[in-house]
T-cell receptor, first 114, second 113 residues
């Protein structure tokens, strides 16, 4: 499968600050990306997705940026809260599409300092 | 939670015993997936299904089989459990196009002693 990886395994930020979580991918043919949040003891939770015909997509307090030139994806979380503490994964479809699910990066652990 | 229920939530078993994990969905989704999650490896796809009786292998399918006799149920079976299969198992369904926007269940923690 494609290599979807991360720049940092752990990110610590102050409550109220903005967080940026990064992800690198290797398959330039990938046309769809997703960010997941996983809290301890729970399953991954869908946050936001983006297609390759977009550079930016915004949700509630979250923004995903896609830079296809350098094959880089980032998740920005505005005004982080204690509930944002979790592991965040980026993911993309196997083989750039099809029914055979997603391939995931290893995850970044976001820690919110009070 | 996209109407996904996994059972059991926790199981401890012995090496060599058969184990079946169940994933039940209430929203008639066609595509279902089984993943395992391990430290250092992240989430890896075991098997997936694209309809009743239609299944295919994922990247880590050795030692696992699946069955889907009804749309709502996707079963994962370890015919003879090994310690390397100790893991957290997640079921997922696809709400968007096939393979996109997966929604996950709460997981099954399996320990093989």
């Amino acid at each position: 499968g494609e290599n979807v990886g991360l720049h940092l395994p752990t990110l610590s930020v102050q409550e109220g600050d903005n967080s940026i979580i990064n992800c690198a991918y290797s398959n330039s043919a990938s046309d769809y990306f997703i960010w997941y949040k996983q809290e301890s003891g729970k399953g991954p939770q869908f946050i936001i997705d983006i297609r390759s015909n977009m550079d930016k997509r915004q949700g509630q307090r979250v923004t995903v940026l896609l830079n296809k030139t350098v094959k880089h994806l980032s998740l920005q979380i505005a005004a982080t809260q204690p509930g944002d503490s979790a592991v965040y994964f980026c993911a993309e479809p196997f083989s750039g599409g099809g029914a055979d699910g997603l391939t995931f990066g290893k995850g970044t652990h976001l820690i919110i300092q009070p | 939670d996209a109407g996904i229920t996994q059972s059991p939530r926790h199981k401890v078993t012995e090496t060599g015993t058969p184990v079946t994990l169940r994933c039940h969905q209430t929203e008639n989704h066609r595509y279902m997936y089984w993943y395992r999650q391990d430290p250092g490896h992240g989430l890896r796809l075991i098997h997936y299904s694209y309809g009743v009786k239609d299944t295919d292998k994922g990247e880590v399918s050795d030692g696992y089989s699946v069955s889907r006799s009804k749309t709502e149920d996707f079963l994962l079976t370890l015919e003879s459990a090994t310690s390397s299969q100790t893991s957290v198992y997640f079921c997922a369904i696809s709400e968007g196009a096939p393979g996109e926007k997966l929604f996950f269940g709460s997981g099954t923690q399996l320990s093989v002693l």
